[in-house]
Every structure is written in structure tokens, then in C-alpha cells.
């Protein structure tokens, strides 16, 4: 079964910056898309970004264009989310998901997930 590990959330202020990172134990994720999520309190779930098994093809949410950054480590099974000049309305529980080969923005799709990790941008 596909175990997923998201960590290196906390609490930061506007304008800084974290690093999010999705382990994966139990399988190889070459051939799966690894999606990040979040949820904040009272609001759907919704994508954040995504990278492709297939090109390492990657996409963002509006919300968060220029900001993020996804990558992944197929050696080490482990997705990366490198957000800067984050904002307030960042606070969410940030997920890791995985699916076949494409990209998705859409909880739905995603039948692997994580715990979550909690981020707060507030000064």
C-alpha cells in the first residue's frame, strides 16, 4: 500500500518562506503524479500544484504562480513544495496525493494521501 509523509510545515511570517517535503515508503512513485493540497478551516480542499510522472511537467494553482515551487526526487521518493513570499491566506493543512501518471487538480482523483502538515503565515 502507498504510505505518504508530509512534514517541514510551522509558522512563519508574511513574506517568508518554507520548504514542504512528501515521503513515500512502500512503493516506487516513478510511474505516479504527486499532487500538494490544502484545506483551510471551513473550505474545500483544493489543489495547490502537481508534478507529472511522465515529463516531471509541473502546474500551479493561480493562487500560488511565482510563489511555489514543486520538484521531485524519484531516487529518494520524495516530493518537494518550496513556498515563498507566502501570504495569509496560505494558512491551510498542506496534503501530499498520488495517482497514475497524469496530473490532476482535482481531490477526487487522488486515492493516495498523507497526514497533512499544518503551515501558518501571520505576524
Known amino acids: 500500500q502507498f504510505r505518504l509523509v508530509e512534514s517541514g510545515g510551522g509558522l512563519v511570517q508574511p513574506g517568508g518562506s518554507l520548504r514542504l517535503s512528501c515521503a513515500a515508503s512502500g512503493f516506487t512513485w516513478d510511474n505516479y503524479a504527486i499532487g500538494w493540497f490544502r484545506q483551510a478551516p471551513g473550505k474545500e480542499r483544493e489543489g495547490v500544484s502537481c508534478?507529472?510522472?511522465?515529463?516531471?511537467?509541473?502546474y500551479y494553482a493561480n493562487s500560488v504562480k511565482g510563489r511555489f515551487t514543486i520538484s521531485r526526487d524519484n531516487a529518494k521518493n520524495t516530493v518537494y513544495l518550496q513556498m515563498n513570499s507566502l501570504k495569509r491566506e496560505d494558512t491551510a493543512v498542506y496534503y501530499c496525493?498520488?495517482?497514475?501518471?497524469?496530473?490532476?487538480?482535482?481531490?477526487?482523483?487522488?486515492?493516495?494521501w498523507g497526514q497533512g502538515t499544518q503551515v501558518t503565515v501571520s505576524s
Open positions: 508534478i507529472s510522472s511522465t515529463d516531471g511537467s509541473t
Open positions: 496525493a498520488a495517482r497514475f501518471s497524469f496530473c490532476s487538480s482535482y481531490p477526487t482523483d487522488f486515492g493516495s
